[in-house]
């Protein structure tokens, strides 16, 4: 509908324009003109639109191989997507995680401080930057960049899990376990991991996390 209403308006000012400059024209030539610009509108529209699908799709191929483990075949997917400003810093998130999964963290540094850059507005990258710190033994820094993340985005139970995980402060482990439950819901993924972490280490003890979701 949208892409109709733009042609339309186009075609109503090409027709209107002509009909003004070139009053002795035909009127059958003025429609051609016009239905031939419409045409071409169209053409550039749909090229776009198919574009955008065609990206989605492969990120989404990407996406769901990182979360099957096949980390090498998602880095061959991204590898092969061209992208735009605007997407450069979604790749690189995936490849940062494809990289996590296959150990080679510095190369997920890599990718998701170029994130960062490619993004200046975004949020993503300082989560996988925090949580990549926080299995790397660093919990300070990853404490400090999760909670520069939940100011902008309060509701993603994974940065209050990685929080309650990283804090010393019991009132604040607390207040990020009953976040992780909340937005979660008490069965869900994260939730249980809260529930596994919380029996298992006391607080101000941190440990290796596994480079899943």
């Known amino acids: 509908m949208k892409c109709s209403c733009r042609a339309g308006l186009i075609c109503l000012f090409l027709l209107q324009f002509l009909g003004c400059a070139k009053q002795a024209e035909p ?6 003109r016009g239905a031939a610009a419409v045409s071409q509108t169209n053409e550039v529209e749909n090229e776009g639109c198919l574009h955008v699908h065609t990206q989605c799709g492969r990120f989404l191929a990407a996406k769901v191989k990182i979360s099957q483990g096949k980390y090498r075949e998602s880095l061959t997917e991204l590898d092969g997507i061209s992208v735009s400003t605007q ?3 979604v790749k690189l998130i995936l490849m940062g995680q494809s990289y996590e999964g296959l150990d080679d963290r ?4 890599a990718a998701y401080k170029k994130a960062a850059s490619a993004d200046p507005l975004g949020s993503a990258a300082i989560l996988r930057e925090g949580v990549l710190h926080y299995k790397m033994g660093d919990p300070k820094l990853a404490n400090i960049l999760l909670s520069r993340y939940v100011r902008v985005n309060t509701g993603n139970p994974e940065a209050f899990y990685y929080l309650f995980l990283c804090e010393v402060i019991e009132k604040e482990r607390l207040e990020s376990a009953k976040k992780v439950i909340v937005l ?7 939730s249980t991991k809260l529930l596994k972490a919380a029996s298992l280490r006391p607080p101000g003890i941190h440990g290796e996390e596994s480079a899943g979701p």
């Open 27 to 32: 009127t059958g030539d003025v429609d051609r």
């Open 87 to 89: 997407e450069e810093s």
């Open 106 to 109: 510095a190369s997920a540094f």
């Open 184 to 190: 979660d819901g008490p069965d869900g993924f994260w």
